[in-house]
């Protein structure tokens, strides 16, 4: 299901107010057929745009250029630059790109350092954008979509890294090939359900973080046993 976040026919959502399908009060300017957005919607939306771009930003913004360009979205102006072909082109080769790098272990780390740079203020447009029907972004909303994009941001390369000590690479190809299912699911889940969405991120976010404290527990556990075993380990002199 698409969402829209303009009015295409302002008779149509004026009868359907008056008919009572609508409330006339608490409903923003998007309608969707006869089903008219919260702001409480348009603002999950943006929040999960930004959690997605903190993760996979060009795949996030393909995504989301492709669906207004096919249709399957009615986006607000501020977030229309993503429908430009050469945005989607860009978007799609640096997203290819980013699907091989983030496959080989100590290349997905420094990529990621480097993504930081794109990754958080892409998670900030995303967030205002979503929010803006005619196309000024609001200081609040970016500074919100930025600290989204930081926090799954930062839980992702944290998760990463510590995943890099290992010395088998299939954890991090499976990690990797997770956060792209993620991404284009919880894309297209969040564009049709936004709220189910949230809970899936919320979820991920849990077991992320959750698996970032296992990890690290178990790793300061080894240094530990590690260390004692040197301390107990009988020292031998020079024979005399």
């Given at each position: 299901?698409?969402?829209?976040?303009?009015?295409?026919?302002?008779?149509?959502?004026?009868?359907?107010v008056r008919a009572g399908r609508?409330?006339?009060?608490?409903?923003?300017?998007?309608?969707?057929?006869?089903?008219?957005?919260?702001?409480?919607?348009?603002?999950?939306?943006?929040?999960?745009?930004?959690?997605?771009?903190?993760?996979?930003?060009?795949?996030?913004?393909?995504?989301?250029?492709?669906?207004?360009?096919?249709?399957?979205?009615?986006?607000?102006?501020?977030?229309?630059?993503?429908?430009?072909?050469?945005?989607?082109?860009?978007?799609?080769?640096?997203?290819?790109?980013?699907?091989?790098?983030?496959?080989?272990?100590?290349?997905?780390?420094?990529?990621?350092?480097?993504?930081?740079?794109?990754?958080?203020?892409?998670?900030?447009?995303?967030?205002?954008?979503?929010?803006?029907?005619?196309?000024?972004?609001?200081?609040?909303?970016?500074?919100?979509?930025?600290?989204?994009?930081?926090?799954?941001?930062?839980?992702?390369?944290?998760?990463?890294?510590?995943?890099?000590?290992?010395?088998?690479?299939?954890?991090?190809?499976?990690?990797?090939?997770?956060?792209?299912?993620?991404?284009?699911?919880?894309l297209a889940l969040a564009l049709?359900h936004p709220w189910l969405a949230?809970?899936?991120?919320?979820?991920?976010?849990?077991?992320?973080?959750?698996?970032?404290?296992?990890?690290?527990?178990?790793?300061?556990?080894?240094?530990?046993?590690?260390?004692?075993?040197?301390?107990?380990?009988?020292?031998?002199?020079?024979?005399?």
């Open positions: 299901m698409a969402f829209s976040l303009s009015i295409a026919d302002s008779a149509a959502f004026e009868r359907a609508l409330p006339a009060a608490g409903m923003s300017t998007s309608l969707t057929g006869a089903f008219a957005m919260t702001d409480a919607h348009l603002f999950v939306i943006g929040i999960l745009l930004a959690w997605l771009a903190g993760i996979r930003v060009y795949l996030t913004v393909f995504g989301v250029g492709l669906a207004g360009r096919r249709g399957w979205a009615h986006l607000p102006p501020a977030l229309q630059a993503p429908e430009s072909w050469w945005v989607l082109g860009t978007s799609a080769v640096l997203a290819v790109a980013e699907f091989f790098a983030d496959k080989i272990p100590g290349v997905d780390s420094a990529w990621d350092l480097l993504q930081t740079l794109a990754r958080v203020p892409a998670g900030a447009f995303l967030a205002a954008a979503t929010l803006s029907p005619d196309g000024d972004l609001g200081t609040g909303t970016l500074l919100a979509g930025a600290g989204v994009a930081l926090a799954s941001h930062g839980l992702k390369s944290g998760t990463r890294a510590l995943l890099n000590t290992s010395p088998e690479p299939a954890s991090n190809w499976v990690a990797s090939a997770a956060e792209d299912t993620v991404v284009v699911g919880g049709a949230l809970g899936v991120v919320l979820a991920c976010s849990l077991a992320g973080a959750l698996t970032v404290w296992l990890v690290w527990r178990a790793l300061w556990k080894g240094m530990r046993w590690l260390a004692g075993n040197d301390r107990d380990a009988p020292r031998t002199g020079p024979a005399a």
